[in-house]
Nanobody
Framework: QVQLVESGGGLVQAGDSLRLSCAAS????????MGWFRQAPGKERDFVAA????????YYTDSVRGRFTISRDNAKNTVYLQMNSLKPEDTAVYYC?????????????????WGQGTQVTVSS
């Protein structure tokens, strides 16, 4: 059973940066496309970013492209989300997603494994 554990969330001001980490265990991490989703209160869980199993391909939702960067370290079984120039509208619970069926705007039902989520709050 694959387990994903996120860390790095917190409360920041608009314009600040945060880096989220997701540590994987219990599976062959390097075989999986990985990603991040987020869910704001009262809203659906939305795709944020994804990275291919080898790290050569990445994809982002339009609202974060140019501000967020997804990366992975297969030797450490960890995927990262560097978030710069944060905006209040980025406030949400961020979920690590593992074993994506594809990386170009996957849907939640196309995710094999989920982390427990980490809260990111951006104040104005």
């Amino acid at each position: 059973q694959v387990q994903l554990v996120e860390s790095g969330g917190g409360l920041v001001q608009a314009g600040d940066s945060l880096r989220l980490s997701c540590a994987a265990s219990g599976g062959t991490f390097s075989n999986y496309a990985m990603g991040w989703f987020r869910q704001a209160p009262g809203k659906e869980r939305d795709f944020v970013a994804a990275i291919s199993w080898g790290g050569k391909s990445t994809y982002y939702t339009d609202s974060v492209r140019g501000r967020f960067t997804i990366s992975r370290d297969n030797a450490k079984n960890t995927v990262y989300l560097q978030m710069n120039s944060l905006k209040p509208e980025d406030t949400a619970v961020y979920y690590c997603a593992g074993n994506l069926a594809y990386i170009r705007t996957p849907l939640p039902e196309n995710v094999g494994y989920w982390g427990q989520g980490t809260q990111v709050t951006v104040s104005s």
